[in-house]
């Protein structure tokens, strides 16, 4: 295979809720309203699709900034800013949901949670996920990942960094309002402790990867009861649950 040795887009973004700016970072252009949706859910803006009234994406003018706005209830606007300050003041960061607020992530439900899929189908949603990749065959540049309810892939993202792809992912599934307890996540990137937070808050019912998880990301996921498939495009798979 002949890749080109072209650059992989980035641009930097900056996120409007209400009209108020609350981020500012780079990513890949392609599903930036979705990127949106999904990085509320994460900051704890939203609980779901029944939060997002609306979003809008604006090209970058002279400033060279993509804007992405969503509109919320104004409620959840200050529900949002308080886990913001309490991050701060508190010191939890990532461990926010450990050592701080484990009472906010959702409850899981065994009926309707998609269950784990058995190890050997995960070959073949890695390989439908490199075919939906076209920077494989040309950059190789880019990070994938997409939902899946075990037999089909949606909402598939190509992106430069790892975090955004879940955001998306979860975005996307936000604005199209799928039920996100009967959907896993699939990404051809190492779990972080991160990502294992947003899968986390967002309820999914597990996540599989190439790579392995981190050791915050399976602690996490342990308090979430999320399992996590490592390694899970070849004969290799391991689950931490």
């Not at 190492?190 to 981190?214: C, D, F, N, Q």
Request: proline share 5%.
């Amino acid at each position: 295979m002949t890749r080109q040795t072209t650059p992989v887009p980035e641009d930097p973004v900056r996120l409007f809720v209400n009209d108020v700016a609350v981020g500012t970072w780079t990513a890949s252009p392609r599903g930036l309203d979705a990127l949106g949706a999904g990085r509320l859910l994460s900051l704890g803006y939203v609980r779901g699709a029944g939060d997002i009234l609306d979003t809008r994406v604006t090209e970058p003018g002279e400033t060279g900034v993509w804007r992405i706005d969503v509109t919320i209830p104004k409620d959840r606007v200050a529900v949002g800013v308080e886990e913001r300050d309490h991050r701060r003041w508190h010191g939890c960061g990532l461990r926010y949901l450990l050592d701080c607020r484990s009472d906010l992530l959702p409850e899981r439900d065994d009926e309707a949670v998609l269950p784990v899929p058995e190890l050997d189908t995960f070959p073949a949603l890695f390989r439908e996920l490199f075919d939906r990749s076209p920077s494989r065959r040309t950059t190789g540049g880019h990070h994938t990942t997409a939902l899946t309810d075990g037999a089909r892939l949606v909402h598939v993202y190509e992106v430069v960094g790892r975090h955004n792809g879940v955001d998306k992912a979860i975005g996307g599934a936000l604005l199209s309002a799928d039920d996100l307890r009967g959907l896993g996540l699939v990404t051809t990137a190492r779990i972080s402790g991160e990502m294992a937070e947003k899968a986390a808050r967002a309820g999914l019912a597990w996540v599989a990867s190439r790579s392995v998880p981190t050791t915050l990301a399976v602690e996490i996921a342990k308090t979430a009861g999320l399992p996590l498939i490592a390694r899970a495009a070849g004969k290799e798979a391991r689950v931490f649950e």
